[in-house]
């Protein structure tokens, strides 16, 4: 096999595998996640169902690939606030406000990412995304790139917590960041939880309620 013919074979599986993430997407916007299947994918990206497997592990992973459509808005603003030179405190408390106003209105494609299949390997799949879409790409500080490229939803948390460590009054320290941190990121999975069981909820109600249980763990306050 020549040079040539390799070139083109990958770039057809990159452009089969972008077939795939764009029929999933436009499922999702018409569907929702619920209504997904292999079938329906298969059929809208135009291949027969076990052709998915050539290039995914499986569905789940498509869909999760596919959901980082929905990160957009969420990326764009980090990408905004950057380069702000805010406060420890307050640069903690506005990328939360900013992902839980776009997170409460996705609640259940936000929980399956998060806390679903393949939740544990999120910088590869946000890399294969991103190869794939590069158009999509932001740029970001340095702590704000590593907490978008965490691993896991824990250690992305934990990446925006570390630095109110000993501010003053803040709570958080170096012998309880860790506790502190799974606390914060079960108070979070229990409110999106709220948000899928009942899509009615407020969304606005539920951002504050969440930034006010933060206020309590941490000990601090937004200042602006």
């Known amino acids: ?77 980090l990408s905004q606030y950057s380069y702000k030179k805010l406060t420890p405190t307050d640069n903690f408390y506005t990328i939360w406000e900013v992902f839980c106003r776009i997170a409460f209105q996705r609640p259940q494609i936000f929980y399956n990412f998060f806390f679903g299949k393949y939740s544990d390997n999120l910088t590869e ?48 320290h170096e012998d309880n960041v860790e506790l502190a941190n799974t606390i914060v990121v079960s108070c979070f999975k229990e409110l999106l939880t709220q948000k899928c069981q009942d899509p009615e909820l407020s969304d606005y109600k539920l951002t504050e309620e969440f930034l006010s249980m933060l206020t309590y763990i941490t000990g601090l306050k937004l200042t602006f």
């Open 125 to 172: 799949i946000m890399k294969s995304y991103y190869e794939l879409f590069p158009d999509e790409v932001d740029n970001y500080s340095k702590e704000i790139g590593d907490m978008y490229y965490g691993k896991d939803f824990k250690e992305r948390c934990r990446i925006i917590l570390m630095p109110l460590i000993d501010l003053p009054d803040s709570h958080i």
């Open 1 to 77: 096999m020549g040079k040539e013919e390799t070139q083109e074979r990958q770039e057809q599986k990159r452009q089969n595998t972008i077939r795939f993430i764009k029929a999933t997407q436009e499922l999702l916007d018409e569907e929702g996640l619920d209504a997904l299947s292999i079938r329906k994918i298969a059929d809208r990206a135009g291949f027969h169902n076990s052709t998915l497997y050539l290039y995914f592990n499986d569905v789940n992973q498509l869909i999760l690939m596919a959901s980082l459509k929905y990160f957009d808005r969420y990326s764009k603003a």
